[in-house]
């Protein structure tokens, strides 16, 4: 007994890939090992490996047993030992999918997908992207990149989650920053003094234009004065924490339902919504674009940033154009299918 709990121990301690070599070797050596003894029991090789397969998974069909007393002894170390070492294995295969999922939980694991949306800091607002994304395309995957060590979103399985200071090159690395479509920065809500919170974002968003220039980055910032400071490190698009909500609210004052319209245009869960649509060759100027857009249900709104292009009706699209319309989905999939 006392030796029986000794190599326990010590099969226990083995690493994984040397246990799966021994068990590969002790399979092939206990199949020659019976076929030599009982040759006309199995008559080839094969049989011999299929009878220690299934009497070390003990499932015993009793097409193949050993006849003689040297066949039988055998058999019984087989019991002992075979039957031993597959439950090793069984174990260290549960033990390695339970500490996958403890690395998962605790941010270790790298992520290896590509065409991803990397969020970063987490808090209610990185919450609320992550329902917007989803609403927008169930099948996203996120990964999320937060200074905790607990994964706030586990149930959702395409939502991967790295624990690490997020301006770490390891840590971009190991979220796929080189591979992502887009990386969203949001400031840290544990930070209280609101310069530091955007000295940290700014830190953290030239990290990701060193690592990955072509990466769509956007950016929350708490100090306007700030802005000039995120276009140097070329930020795509910047949000002002809380320029939004302010205005938002001096609109439901002073304008009724204006910001249940802007509410709708801002999420994808319900009403319409914008989308950039790609433009027809048959197009000449705007107003070619506005009537044949609105013939379809869409009401063109804006060539990138210019809003004012409803007054310019007459100005030919440029090569570099890109329009945007308000829309339903349903609209907006019909014009991308007919736009050439």
């Known amino acids: 007994m006392h030796f029986l709990l000794k190599l326990s121990t010590i099969m226990t301690n083995i690493r994984k890939r040397t246990i799966g070599l021994i068990i590969l070797l002790f399979v092939l050596l206990s199949a020659t090992a019976a076929y030599l003894l009982e040759p006309g029991t199995f008559g080839n090789w094969f049989n011999a490996f299929y009878w220690v397969m299934t009497t070390?998974?003990?499932v015993g069909y009793g097409d193949f047993f050993a006849k003689?007393?040297?066949?039988?002894?055998?058999?019984?170390?087989?019991?002992?030992?075979?039957?031993?070492l597959l439950s090793l294995v069984i174990g260290k295969v549960i033990d390695s999918i339970a500490e996958?999922?403890?690395?998962?939980?605790?941010?270790?694991?790298?992520?290896?997908?590509?065409?991803?949306?990397?969020?970063?800091?987490?808090?209610?607002?990185?919450?609320?992207?992550?329902?917007?994304?989803?609403?927008?395309?169930?099948?996203?995957?996120?990964?999320?990149?937060?200074?905790?060590?607990?994964?706030?979103l586990e149930q959702l399985r395409q939502v991967h989650f790295i624990s690490g200071d997020p301006s770490s090159d390891e840590i971009l690395d190991k979220a796929g920053i080189a591979r992502a479509r887009a990386a969203i920065i949001f400031g840290d809500t544990r930070?209280?003094?609101?310069?530091?919170?955007?000295?940290?974002?700014?830190?953290?968003?030239?990290?990701?234009?060193?690592?990955?220039?072509?990466?769509?980055?956007?950016?929350?910032?708490?100090?306007?004065?700030?802005v000039q400071n995120f276009r140097h490190v070329r930020v795509n698009d910047f949000v002002l924490s809380h320029d939004a909500v302010s205005r938002l609210a001096v609109r439901a004052a002073l304008q009724e339902g204006n910001p249940e319209v802007i509410a709708q245009l801002i999420s994808r869960?319900?009403?319409?919504?914008?989308?950039?649509?790609?433009?027809?060759?048959?197009?000449?100027?705007?107003?070619?674009?506005?009537?044949a857009l609105l013939r379809q249900g869409a009401t063109l709104i804006a060539d990138r940033n210019?809003?004012?292009?409803?007054?310019?009706?007459?100005?030919?699209?440029?090569?570099?154009?890109?329009?945007?319309?308000?829309?339903?989905?349903?609209t907006y999939r019909k014009i991308a299918g007919r736009t050439v």
């Open 306 to 330: 210019d809003l004012g292009i409803n007054r310019r009706l007459g100005d030919p699209i440029p090569e570099q154009a890109r329009l945007y319309v308000v829309s339903d989905e349903a």
């Open 68 to 84: 003689t007393h040297a066949g039988q002894i055998f058999s019984i170390f087989l019991y002992i030992f075979g039957i031993g």
């Open 269 to 291: 869960a319900h009403g319409d919504d914008i989308y950039e649509v790609p433009v027809d060759r048959s197009w000449k100027t705007y107003e070619d674009a506005f009537q």
């Open 56 to 58: 070390m998974a003990t």
């Open 191 to 226: 930070i209280d003094e609101a310069s530091l919170v955007d000295g940290k974002t700014l830190l953290i968003a030239s990290s990701i234009e060193r690592l990955a220039p072509d990466v769509h980055t956007t950016v929350e910032i708490q100090q306007e004065k700030n």
């Open 100 to 152: 996958i999922g403890r690395q998962r939980r605790a941010g270790k694991l790298s992520y290896v997908g590509r065409s991803h949306v990397i969020l970063i800091n987490w808090s209610k607002k990185a919450q609320s992207a992550v329902e917007e994304i989803l609403s927008y395309n169930p099948d996203c995957h996120i990964v999320i990149i937060d200074e905790s060590g607990q994964h706030p």
